[in-house]
């Protein structure tokens, strides 16, 4: 189905280097946006996680991990790094 929208020249611009930050063009971020609020907006799907095919979990386990920046480095969690300093 093809939908079309005016949007004001300074939303689209920002839009448009959000997608190109995720490698995307501009319709398949928008279609990312859309099928991700359909399923997980406001709730009005009324699916829970458990109910979600387990392709559409993994897509929005996916999506959820990719809008937050990686770090540059691996952090240190090692027992020494915890109690480090405790004397122990």
Request: proline residues 3%; hydrophobic residues 35%.
């Amino acid at each position: 189905m093809a939908i079309h929208i005016q949007l004001p020249t300074e939303i689209e611009m920002l839009l448009k280097a959000k997608a190109a930050q995720r490698r995307q063009t501009l319709e398949e971020y928008l279609q990312e946006i859309a099928s991700r609020e359909a399923r997980t907006g406001n709730g009005s799907t009324g699916l829970t996680q458990a109910e979600l095919a387990p392709q559409d979990r993994a897509t929005l386990w996916r999506t959820w991990a990719s809008s937050h920046r990686s770090l540059p480095t691996v952090a240190d969690d090692s027992r020494e790094t915890i109690y480090a300093g405790r004397g122990e």
